[in-house]
Structures are given as structure tokens and as C-alpha cells.
């Protein structure tokens, strides 16, 4: 058995005579050629066409960051996947991280920008090399939805006397944290 990187220059592999050669699991990745060369008694050798071999490197999910918290409606964060090793596929879940996940088309780099949320949605990265089983990210990213502020009428308005209490309340439907001022 021979190898080669570059399908032109072929060496000998070490003690590689059998009908068959397994290709060592330890080879760093890349793509090799092999073909045997066959040889009988006084007889000029012959050779097999080459076959290459591409041993891809492991898949690596790597980490998301960009958790964010947004306003509902119009919006946009930017969610980054870094250390990964293979062919990204985002996917998102909403309205919890428990939720199924389903990938988001078109979403292959390692960046997403997430906008227009109206609800909590939640991210994954599959991330695959070559032939090699995915890899997927351990912990999903979260967007945050807030709901847009309303503000309502206020009643309980009008003139009081010194010293005595006079109590304002916000109608009813109001949404968000209540901050008074005067």
C-alpha cells in the first residue's frame, strides 16, 4: 500500500501488505490518496488507481453569546457562535429553552442577528464536519421579549386640602414598571 497528499508523489506505507488497509483513526485531517501496488515474482509491478480518503476533524458546537433582552415588535441582537469546528445550522425554540427546536432557514454562518421578536425565542447552533456525527451547543441563548410599556389615565386628580391624603391610581390595562414623579 502507498499514500500520498497530492495524488502525484506516492510513498510506502510500513508494513502494509495485506488485501486490505484500515486507515489509522489518529490521521490529522485532510485528504489522502492510497492505491496498492501488487508485485509477482520477476513480473513488472502493477498498480491500482488511486482513492482518496477525507478524514474530516471532529465537530465542535463551540458557545454561543448575545443573550439580550428586547422590546416586542421591532428589534434586532446579534447572536455570535465561537470556537466551532464544521457546517453551522442555527435553530431556535420559543417560548422556553425546553421547547423543540427547529432550524432557522438560511442561518449558516457564525453569526445570526435575531429581530422582529414578539416573543421569548431561544437559540441553538448544530454545528457539523463532514461526514462526523453534530455537535450541538450545550446551553441555548435566550432573547428576552419585554412587552411594549402602556401607559393608562390616572384618576384621583383634583384640589385637596393641606395635611390630608389624596391617592392617584393608574386605570386599569397599564403594562410595565410603574415609576411616579412629580
Same mark, same amino acid.
Given at each position: 500500500?502507498?499514500?500520498s497528499t497530492n495524488n502525484a508523489t506516492f510513498t510506502n506505507? @510500513?508494513?502494509?501488505?495485506?488485501?486490505t488497509y484500515s486507515v489509522a483513526a489518529t490521521t490529522v485531517a485532510g485528504t489522502y490518496w492510497y492505491r496498492a501496488v501488487l508485485s509477482s515474482g520477476a513480473c513488472s509491478p502493477a498498480t491500482t488507481a488511486s482513492v482518496s480518503v477525507t478524514v474530516n476533524p471532529t465537530s465542535v458546537a463551540? #458557545?454561543?453569546?448575545g443573550a439580550a433582552?428586547? %422590546? #416586542?415588535?421591532t428589534n434586532s441582537t446579534t447572536l455570535t457562535l465561537t470556537g466551532s469546528t464544521g457546517a453551522i445550522q442555527w435553530q431556535s425554540a420559543s417560548p422556553l429553552a425546553t421547547s423543540t427546536y427547529s432550524n432557522i432557514t438560511g442561518a449558516t454562518s457564525a453569526t445570526y442577528t435575531a429581530s422582529d421578536l414578539t416573543a421569548t425565542t431561544f437559540y441553538k447552533a448544530v454545528v457539523t464536519s463532514g461526514? %462526523?456525527?453534530a455537535a450541538t451547543t450545550t446551553a441555548a441563548v435566550g432573547v428576552t421579549v419585554s412587552p411594549a410599556a402602556v401607559a393608562t389615565?390616572? #384618576?384621583?386628580?383634583?384640589s385637596t386640602c393641606f395635611g390630608t391624603v389624596k391617592v392617584l391610581t393608574l386605570s386599569t390595562g397599564y403594562v410595565g @414598571?410603574?415609576?411616579w414623579q412629580t
Open positions: 500500500w502507498q499514500t506505507i @510500513s508494513a502494509a501488505t495485506a488485501a463551540g #458557545t454561543i453569546s433582552t428586547v %422590546c #416586542t415588535g461526514v %462526523c456525527p389615565t390616572i #384618576t384621583g386628580g383634583g @414598571s410603574i415609576q
